[in-house]
C-alpha cells in the first residue's frame, strides 16, 4: 500500500458509522478491541502496532481522524474533546515574539502542508463541531490560499459551528487582504489577536519586529471597520509589566469596539524558556500588575479574563474571571493541590512552566470558615 504523504482515515467502531462514512467516500480505520484495519479504496490493511499505538487509538472515538504515514506511524488530525477542532496551518511566523512558546527553529522550519491537504483534513472533519481554531504560526502566511481554506470552511461547516482566528493581526494591515479575507469569511468568526503595547516603542522590543505594532494596530482597525468580533490577547511578562495600565486605557480609548481582551500568564516553553530571564515574573505578580488594567478595560464595556492563571495566584474576587485556558494534556498540579479547597475550579499550571520554575502554590483553605 503506497502512503505517498499520507492516508487519511475516518475512525469507525460500529457497521453503522462505517456505512456513513463509506458513504461519503471516505477512508476508514474501523477499530475491533485490539484489531486496526485500514479500508482505502478498495484496500484493507491490517496495522500492526505497537501497545502504546494501540493504547493511544483504542482511546478514539468514533469520526475522529488519523493521518497514517508509512512504518505504522500516524498523527491525531482531529480528536472530538471539549477543546474543539484546530487546524494548524503553519508553524512561520514573520514575528519573533521574545516569550513564543514556540521555539524559533521551530518557526523557521519549512512546513509542507499544502493548501490542497489542509483542505482534505476539513473534509474529513464532521461537519457538526461547534468550534474550530484555525492558528498557526501565523496562518496569513499563506496568504491568498487562506481564502480558499475559508470558502471551504464556509461549505463544509454548519451555521452553528464557531472559528477563531489566531493571527498577530499584520497582514490586515493591507486593505486588499483586508478585504478580501472578509469576502470568504465564514459567520461566527472571532479574531484572536496578540497586543502586548501602547505603541512601538512598547510593543515592538517584544515581537522583535520592527514596524508590527503599526500593523496589527492598523490591521486591527480594519477588521473594526468590518464590525468583526476580535479579542486581544496580552500576555504579561517581565517587558509589560510595568505598564499594563497604559496599555488597557489605549485599547479603550483608540480600539472602540474590541470584545474582550485575555491577559494571560507566560507559557514557558520555546522562546520563552530560552529567555526566561527576559521575562518570567510570578504569576501572581502578573495579576497584580494587572488589576488596574483590568478595572479600565471593564469600564470601557470591554470584557476581560483571565488566561493560564492558577487561583492561588489571583484574589478571589477575580476569580470569576479566570477561565481554564490551558489544553488539558498541558495541565499539571502539585501533590499538595490535592489538598486545596478549589480544584476543581482551578485551570491549573502549564507544564513547561512547572518543569523550569518553582513556583509556590498555596492551596486554599478554610474559605467556608
Ligand atoms: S507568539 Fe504568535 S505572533 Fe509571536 S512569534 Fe509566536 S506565533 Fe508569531
Ligand atoms: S493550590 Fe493548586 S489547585 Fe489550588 S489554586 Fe493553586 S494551583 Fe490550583
Redo the contacts with the bound molecule.
Keep these: 500500500m503506497d502512503f505517498g504523504q499520507g492516508i487519511l482515515a475516518a475512525v469507525s467502531k460500529s457497521s453503522n458509522a462505517s456505512k456513513e462514512l463509506a458513504d461519503d467516500g471516505k477512508n476508514i480505520l474501523f477499530i475491533d478491541h485490539d484489531s486496526f484495519t485500514i479500508f482505502f479504496n478498495s484496500t484493507k490493511y491490517r496495522l500492526k502496532l505497537s501497545e502504546k499505538a494501540m493504547d493511544t487509538l483504542s482511546q478514539l472515538n468514533e469520526f475522529d481522524v488519523i493521518e497514517f504515514y508509512a512504518d505504522d506511524r500516524f498523527r491525531i488530525v482531529y480528536e472530538d474533546c471539549p477543546d474543539g477542532a484546530t487546524l494548524f496551518v503553519t508553524n512561520q ?1 514573520n ?3 521574545i ?4 521555539s524559533i527553529p521551530s ?1 523557521r522550519q519549512r512546513d509542507t502542508i499544502s493548501v490542497n491537504r489542509l483542505c482534505d483534513y476539513l473534509e474529513y472533519m464532521p461537519t457538526d463541531i461547534r468550534h474550530l481554531v484555525i492558528t ?3 496562518p496569513t502566511l499563506i496568504r491568498k490560499d487562506m481564502f480558499r481554506i475559508l470558502q471551504k470552511i464556509r461549505g463544509h461547516f454548519e451555521d452553528f459551528t464557531h472559528y477563531l482566528f489566531l493571527t ?1 493581526g499584520r497582514a490586515f494591515s493591507s486593505q486588499w487582504y483586508l478585504n478580501q479575507f472578509m469576502e470568504n469569511a465564514p459567520q461566527n468568526l472571532y479574531f484572536g489577536i ?1 497586543l502586548y503595547g501602547y505603541s512601538a516603542e512598547t510593543h515592538d522590543p517584544i ?1 522583535q519586529t520592527p514596524g508590527s505594532f503599526a500593523q496589527t494596530v492598523y490591521g486591527l482597525k480594519g477588521l473594526l471597520s468590518y464590525g468583526c468580533n476580535i479579542e486581544l490577547r496580552i500576555v504579561v511578562s517581565k517587558l509589560n509589566l510595568a505598564y499594563m495600565d497604559q496599555l488597557a486605557s489605549f485599547i479603550g480609548s483608540e480600539l472602540r469596539g474590541i470584545n474582550r481582551v485575555n491577559i494571560m500568564a507566560t507559557e514557558m516553553m520555546g ?1 520563552a524558556a530560552r529567555n526566561r530571564e527576559l521575562v518570567w515574573v510570578d504569576y501572581a505578580e502578573s495579576f497584580k500588575a494587572s488589576k488596574q488594567a483590568i478595572q479600565t478595560l471593564m469600564s470601557a464595556g470591554i470584557d476581560v479574563s483571565l488566561y493560564n492563571f492558577p487561583l492561588c495566584k489571583v484574589e478571589p474576587g477575580y476569580w470569576s474571571l479566570c477561565a481554564k485556558s490551558i489544553s488539558s494534556y498541558k495541565i499539571r498540579y502539585y501533590d499538595s493541590c490535592q489538598e486545596c479547597e478549589v480544584r476543581e475550579l482551578c485551570g491549573g499550571v502549564f507544564r513547561s512552566t512547572l518543569a523550569l520554575e518553582k513556583m509556590v502554590l498555596t492551596p486554599v483553605k478554610g474559605r467556608g470558615k
Design positions: 511566523c514575528s519573533n515574539c516569550m513564543c512558546p514556540c518557526r498557526g504560526g501565523e498577530n496578540p515581537t522562546a
